[in-house]
């Protein structure tokens, strides 16, 4: 009897057991990832990872790729993605990272600290838009596998989105397959593979099933290439695509009335301003003038009338998202004051200044019109030029009078302005072509000022240096700073998705993508 029911509980823990082993193989599999997700997109994207200049075309990289630190949900810090830990050394001079060691590449190689020291490298040597700050690195010293320390050149108020932001690649496969086809078949840490790419038109990812930090909820990534804006609308209210951004404000009342569609508005850094470019027209160096402009541009008046008050009015640097926003900085719409100060200037009326234009300024004609209409009030005389932003970008690197006296700039920036000072206003850098405001007076104590915002670790300190510069370049201006935009984006009722807030134009973590249907 007691032989029969050792044998009988056997056959109990064997049934129990193999239904266990099949309930849980079920279940992995039911929780494989399922469906399609379509993102239509304005620009291309771009699989040369250490070369890619644009942040837009690094956007599918990103999916395939992982950070050391990637931003938290409210966009205000770094949180750890393929670093688990991080230590910032004495005066800022260095940095301890200490990796995740469960962090493992699409092929089964686990993430080393030999992998951040070739990205960087890479990076350092490449063309791309993160190689100024691979170039303050001035080493990597590795300790093990997964524990190496960061030296750098000079402190950085900015550490954190600076270096953790840095993406990490397999420095074997690299020199496995070599640089053409690594270019062509990217392979990462991320939750998804590449598929396949149509210049141009599409780029499409897979997920990795069990990825070892998070498994997105959908199999394929899709990104449909769609420069034009209403062509996006349309293919959101077909079904065609699930995302897309950004949609203008004059889209937003026609998409809010669907049912299948959410519209969503986040702060992202933003800035339009208009340029002066003194460096080649000397009419621009006249502080009178450069007021004048200032005090005649209704910003109010743009952002209500154009961009249905889904917009707001800018007079400095820094936007609602950045370390150092002061909005007790402003400039009041006068024109009679303009007017004035357009007689007391250098400048001759009816001499035309060339404004120049890309289609990185949204409606950018009615921008530009309303301002040439604004500065003819005042007796300024504006003869306006679209021109290709790639084109406006280039002339701009080499302070080109082609690009004119009053070109129309664009920022997407991040949440510190120190980058785009130093490229804005910068007068006197080692490489490049420094700020086109290099007539002003007190140009050294700008240079100076911009310099100490990028080391002073010390967050109140650094934006008392970052309020000075303001209340210096309000009193003397070096551009005309006019509005900045939120973004606002559009999802069919498939899929939820949360933008980070006050970091870049362009969305991260899109496997953060939820499936509703």
Request: net charge positive; charged share 25%; hydrophobic share 40%.
């Amino acid at each position: 009897m007691g032989e029969i029911m050792k044998v009988f509980k056997k056959a109990i823990c064997y049934f129990v057991l193999s239904t266990l082993f099949v309930l849980c193989s079920w279940t992995a599999v039911s929780a494989a990832p399922k469906g399609t997700v379509t993102i239509a997109i304005p620009a291309d994207l771009s699989l040369d990872f250490f070369n890619s200049k644009s942040a837009n075309g690094r956007m599918g990289l990103g999916q395939i790729y992982q950070t050391l630190g990637t931003y938290n949900p409210s966009g205000t810090d770094r949180v750890p993605q393929l670093a688990k830990s991080w230590k910032l050394g004495k005066k800022g001079m260095s940095l301890e990272i200490n990796l995740d060691e469960r962090a493992r590449f699409e092929n089964g190689d686990p993430v080393t600290c030999h992998d951040v020291k070739f990205s960087w490298q890479q990076f350092a040597t490449g063309t791309s838009a993160y190689r100024s700050n691979a170039r303050l690195i001035k080493d990597i010293q590795i300790s093990g596998d997964h524990s190496c320390v960061m030296l750098f050149k000079r402190p950085n108020a900015d550490w954190k989105n600076e270096y953790l932001r840095m993406r990490i690649a397999s420095k074997n496969y690299y020199e496995k397959v070599g640089k053409k086809q690594f270019t062509k078949k990217p392979m990462g840490s991320g939750p998804f593979r590449f598929v396949k790419r149509s210049a141009g038109t599409s780029f499409v990812l897979e997920a990795v099933d069990n990825h070892w930090l998070k498994t997105a909820e959908f199999k394929t990534m899709k990104f449909m290439i769609v420069p034009d804006a209403v062509t996006r609308m349309a293919l959101l209210e077909k079904g065609t695509a699930d995302f897309t951004y950004p949609v203008d404000p004059f889209h937003l009342a026609r998409l809010e009335k669907s049912k299948k569609i959410k519209v969503k508005t986040v702060v992202v850094p933003s800035l339009f301003s208009v340029g002066f470019n003194s460096f080649r027209f000397d009419v621009m160096a006249d502080k009178n003038l450069r007021l004048a402009i200032n005090y005649a541009i209704n910003r109010q008046e743009i952002c209500d009338e154009i961009f249905m008050g889904k917009c707001y009015p800018m007079y400095y640097f820094a936007s609602k998202a950045e370390v150092g926003f002061d909005p007790s900085i402003k400039y009041e719409f006068d024109p009679d004051k303009a007017r004035e100060l357009v007689k007391k200037s250098n400048y001759k009326p009816g001499t035309p200044l060339k404004m120049i234009y890309t289609s990185a300024v949204p409606s950018g004609n009615l921008v530009t019109t309303a301002i040439q209409d604004y500065l003819k009030r005042v007796g300024i005389t504006v003869k306006l030029q679209k021109m290709e932003a790639a084109t406006a970008l280039k002339l701009m690197a080499k302070k080109d009078p082609k690009l004119g006296a009053l070109p129309i700039i664009g920022w997407a920036g991040g949440t510190s302005p120190s980058q785009r000072l130093f490229l804005g206003l910068m007068t006197k850098r080692k490489k490049g072509a420094g700020g086109m405001y290099t007539n002003w007076k007190g140009r050294k104590q700008i240079d100076k000022l911009i310099m100490a915002s990028y080391v002073v670790i010390n967050k109140k300190k650094r934006i008392g240096i970052l309020r000075k510069i303001a209340r210096m370049t309000h009193q003397d201006p070096a551009y005309a700073a006019m509005f900045g935009l939120p973004m606002n984006f559009a999802l069919s009722d498939r899929i939820d998705y949360e933008w980070v807030p006050n970091v870049a134009g362009f969305p991260f973590n899109l496997y953060d993508i939820k499936m509703l249907k």
